[in-house]
């Protein structure tokens, strides 16, 4: 696969990863590596090492893919940059035109998926619901009050984490619902200047990480072995239930005071605003919106957005025949 079509792939999923409601599983699925990304990751086991010890370095970074994840890490790494300067700028000055642009393309990306599908039975329905139900659940879902023990740490990583494999699920909302996101991303900060608590904590989230993604890809890649309908029409779910999430007109209902994790219902006094995470919004239609709701750029991104998936698709298959 052409190395510089793998950076920019990586780059679309580190942008993604920035943004709440957004994963990068998503878009690892409408650009077509998405299985290849899974089936790198369950390369890493035990069994890796007994590759090293036969057939030396050369074989290993074969059986881990390692081409294909450098290329794609590298391109993830300048997404994440690229997001947290130029996106956030965006979702702060435009943010009705951002998710218009950002549904439009779930939506043409729940299309895709389920276009994969190539029978739809009763498990196939069953699983759709499903996958719909729980993505929706979780996008209106209260959060929970957190627990600063390193067990619910280690928890805590372990099922963020499985937002950068499952589309439609965003990791920080995961945090944010499990009560945890105040708490994790001040010590993950702090830990940068070495502070011993901070260290450890981040070093116990990291590894509930490894283990969430090395265990969620695992048994991804079992499913899409044994079941890739049934798979493929849940993810096509979660596609759908999380739209809800990127609906571009929402009121805000609750915010959080990341440095002291105070839940706010109003903000009209508050003095530092860059301080704050919005915790719970409710969405309206545009006439209803707290704000100017720029319904025609918003309807002409949402177009976009969605016409945008079916060139990714079109490219793609340029790709694998080129």
């Known amino acids: ?23 990068g599983g998503t878009i690892a699925f409408i650009t077509g590596i998405y299985e290849q990304l899974i089936k790198t990751i369950t390369a890493f086991s035990p069994s890796l090492l007994k ?17 294909f994840l450098v290329a794609l890490m590298a391109g993830m790494a300048g997404g994440v940059v690229i997001g947290v300067f130029g996106v956030t700028h965006l979702l702060e000055e435009y943010p009705q035109h951002l998710w218009g642009f950002f549904f439009g393309l779930i939506i043409a990306s729940a299309i ?101 993604i090395t ?33 571009p007109w929402r009121n805000t209902l609750e915010w959080v005071d990341k440095t002291t994790g105070t839940v706010l219902t109003d903000i009209t006094n508050f003095a530092n605003p860059d301080d704050l995470k919005v915790l719970m919004e409710e969405s309206v239609s545009p006439s209803n919106f707290n704000g100017e709701p720029h319904l025609v750029p918003v309807i002409v991104l949402m177009v976009v957005g969605f016409l945008s998936v079916f060139l990714i698709e079109k490219f793609g298959r340029s790709e694998e025949t080129a």
């Open 215 to 247: 265990t969620i890809s695992r048994v991804i890649s079992w499913m899409f072995q044994n079941y890739k309908n049934s798979t493929l029409a849940v993810l096509t779910g979660f596609m759908i239930g999380s739209l809800n999430k990127v609906y």
């Open 112 to 212: 895709y998926i389920g276009r994969q599908v190539t029978k739809w039975g009763a498990g196939e329905v069953v699983g759709l619901l499903l996958g719909a139900g729980i993505a929706y659940y979780i996008t209106v879902a209260n959060p929970a009050s957190g627990n600063e023990a390193l067990w619910f740490v280690f928890l805590s990583g372990a099922i963020a984490i499985s937002a950068l494999i499952l589309p439609g699920i965003s990791g920080s909302f995961i945090l944010l619902l499990m009560g945890m996101y105040t708490f994790v991303i001040p010590h993950v900060k702090k830990a940068l200047s070495l502070e011993t608590e901070s260290l450890i904590i981040t070093a116990v989230f990291a590894a509930g990480c490894l283990l969430g």
């Open 1 to 23: 696969m052409n190395k510089f079509s793998l950076v920019l792939k990586g780059m679309a999923m580190g942008i993604a990863e920035v943004i709440p409601g957004v994963s």
């Open 51 to 67: 590759t090293l010890k036969n057939e030396g370095f050369a074989g290993a970074w074969e059986a881990v893919n390692g081409n």
